[in-house]
């Protein structure tokens, strides 16, 4: 059980950071070839489908994220792996509310969807520090 819950947590993070590095790195720089309305059309279209991509993965990152800090981290003592522990989930919890900002359909989150790029780079960035974080912690003996 424990290798599917790995599975799952590992996949659902490569679908999200890879669609947040594809949206950032591919699709936005492309899209200025076109109109302002066709990108802002294609910028809808997108989020919309990528809606419900960020909160698939969301739920199966907390799940099986708890799974395996139950799995392989309750009983350890406080230490470097916990300390680390949790910056990584401070951080993913930061990607995460940057995500639910940039996806939920509320006009209180207009501000945040103006300046889509910019956050989405900020959360790919901390996305990439969570991963960094993650292979450390790997790399210890209580994996």
């Not at 492309?30 to 059309?41: F, I, N, Y």
């Not at 993965?57 to 799974?67: A, D, F, K």
């Not at 940039?102 to 006009?107: D, I, R, V």
């Amino acid at each position: 059980m424990s290798t599917v819950f790995q599975w799952i947590h590992l996949t659902a993070a490569v679908v999200g950071v890879g669609g947040i590095a594809f949206l950032v790195i591919v699709l936005f720089p492309s899209a200025r070839v076109l109109t302002p309305e066709q990108r802002d059309l294609l910028v809808k279209a997108v989020a919309g489908r990528f809606r419900w991509v960020t909160w698939t993965v969301i739920i199966l990152l907390l799940i099986s994220g708890l799974y395996n800090v139950r799995q392989f981290y309750w009983e350890e003592a406080w230490g470097p792996a916990w300390a680390f522990l949790t910056i990584k989930i401070a951080l993913a919890g930061v990607v995460f509310l940057i995500s639910l900002c940039l996806t939920l359909p509320l006009k209180l989150f207009d501000p945040f969807r103006e300046r889509r790029k910019r956050w989405l780079t900020i959360a790919f960035i901390l996305a990439l520090i969570v991963i960094l974080i993650s292979a450390y912690l790997r790399l210890g003996s209580h994996a």
